[in-house]
């Protein structure tokens, strides 16, 4: 068996897999400012999991991970800095752990499930902002691994901003007092995906993916803006720059816990076996 732990600004998800990928119990709890506070959590929570013994564990947090030392070193919403997660966690699940971004692995667990298709994959997640996952025969590509595509700048009302300042879910609030699942005008869509097409290009062109996914709480809503968003960037289409598709994460709500599991079994499986 092996564990895999989401931990996210405001929630954590743990679940326990099979060998085979297959989660077979999961636990939710909200995410404490205070990391000491985490951790008695995480303790507390993971005593209930009815498997005690794991092959490896792995874990996808927010920000920047510094992976040979198993550290976050800036995690986003949550005020924790250099935090030794991959030592206080093993000493919790007392197995080997892994840590990384979870965008990464939201990326890597989609990337895995069109293995047979694409090589070369980028996950985009549209949420509270935006974060990138580039995956490169299904591994994440340690050239950017810590890339932050939401932190591009860019030219926005006549002004340098950040990429996720005005195209993420949080900045589709503020200009619209509404969440994306509740927008179903098509004007206001067309904004939206002008929006992301900006900062979409540019990783394009960089990144020369064969297959984009969308996920988080504005990307699951990718059928209300493919149309505008494909004839967006054909705009910008050369035949150095060509567009890739685009589609849906297959397991939005649980891609990050998939991609732990895979990351841990790439990294611990074979020495288990």
Same mark, same amino acid.
């Given at each position: 068996? !092996?564990? &895999? ?12 897999? $099979? ?5 077979? *119990?999961?636990? #939710?709890? *909200? $995410?404490?400012?205070? %990391?000491? @506070? ?28 510094? #992976? ?5 070193? /800036? ?11 991959? $030592? ?5 699940? #007392? ?15 989609? /990337? ?5 298709? %694409?090589? #070369?994959?980028? !996950? ?6 935006? =974060? ?15 890339? *932050? ?35 179903? @005008? ?18 394009? /062109? ?12 504005? =990307? ?34 649980? /891609?990050?816990? !998939?991609?732990? !599991? ?10 288990? &076996?």
């Amino acid at each position: 068996m !092996y564990l &895999s732990i989401d931990i996210g600004g405001t929630k954590t998800l743990l679940a326990s897999l $099979t060998n085979e990928g297959v989660i077979t *119990e999961r636990v #939710r709890f *909200e $995410t404490p400012k205070d %990391y000491s @506070d985490f951790l008695q959590l995480l303790s507390d929570n993971v005593v209930t999991l009815s498997t005690k013994d794991f092959i490896a564990c792995g874990v996808g947090a927010p920000g920047r991970i510094d #992976r040979k030392k198993g550290t976050g070193v /800036a995690m986003g919403n949550l005020p924790w800095k250099n935090t030794p997660l991959q $030592t206080d966690i093993r000493k919790i699940v #007392r197995c080997p752990v892994i840590v990384d971004n979870d965008a990464n692995l939201a990326g890597l667990s989609e /990337a895995m499930l069109l293995k047979h298709e %694409y090589d #070369r994959v980028l !996950y985009i997640t549209v949420s509270t902002g935006i =974060g990138t996952g580039i995956i490169v025969d299904q591994a994440i590509d340690p050239a950017f691994a810590d890339s *932050e595509g939401g932190q591009i700048l860019l030219e926005h009302n006549n002004k340098l901003m950040q990429w996720e300042d005005f195209a993420s879910g949080s900045a589709i609030v503020r200009r619209y007092g509404k969440k994306a699942k509740d927008i179903t @005008d098509e004007q206001t869509w067309q904004h939206i995906a002008h929006d992301l097409s900006l900062g979409l290009i540019d990783l394009i /062109a960089v990144v020369q993916p064969q297959i984009i996914v969308f996920g988080g709480s504005v =990307g699951n809503y990718l059928d209300r803006f493919k149309k505008p968003l494909r004839e967006a960037l054909q705009r910008f289409e050369t035949p150095l720059v060509p567009i890739p598709p685009f589609i849906e994460a297959r397991r939005p709500d649980d /891609a990050v816990l !998939y991609g732990c !599991y895979d990351l841990a079994k790439s990294v611990h499986g074979k020495t288990h &076996s």
